[in-house]
């Protein structure tokens, strides 16, 4: 995993995953169940933002390459409580894969403090399970994919079209690439 300085960097994570322990038996690899912990979480996340931070990549708000802490929540919840999200704050109806919720904007509202707030992160599990056996790899991975689209729009970044969304999926498949 990307080990680089991550020291000057800091992550508050409020975790909440629901009781999947019925899903999680139908795990082919066991290591999945790492999916989880908080842990892993934080040390992905603070991985990522560290990645990101070294590129300066412009497709997210400058302000943002200048702070050293970073809070989210991420929620692992089933399809049922994702549909429910959806409806209310989307007005779409059904579940989907991933919700995400950024209290940032393009103005820097933090202006002299070290510390920002990025928003609220919601996947489904049974969505993301689905999807794993549809592109036959891991839950870890269709995890860590959704977990990478949500915090590049937390952080920021948007796909209003096919040459942005494209260039995110691959962004997403490049900090994948460094975990391992």
Known sequence: MYQKDLYDLQIDLVFKCND???LSNHFINKSDNIIF???FWEE???CWIKIILDEKDTSFPNFILYKKSFSLSLQIINDNEISSINQKWMNKSGSTDVLSFPIISDEDTTKDLNFIELGDLFISLETA???SLEF???IKKEMLWLAS???LHLLGW???DDYELDNMLNFQEYLIS???
């Open 20 to 22: 999947f322990s019925n």
């Open 37 to 39: 912990e908080s842990g």
């Open 44 to 46: 992905v996340l603070l």
């Open 129 to 131: 399970f689905k999807q």
């Open 136 to 138: 036959n790899h891991s």
């Open 149 to 151: 689209h949500g915090l």
């Open 158 to 160: 948007e796909h209003n």
């Open 178 to 180: 460094k975990l391992d």
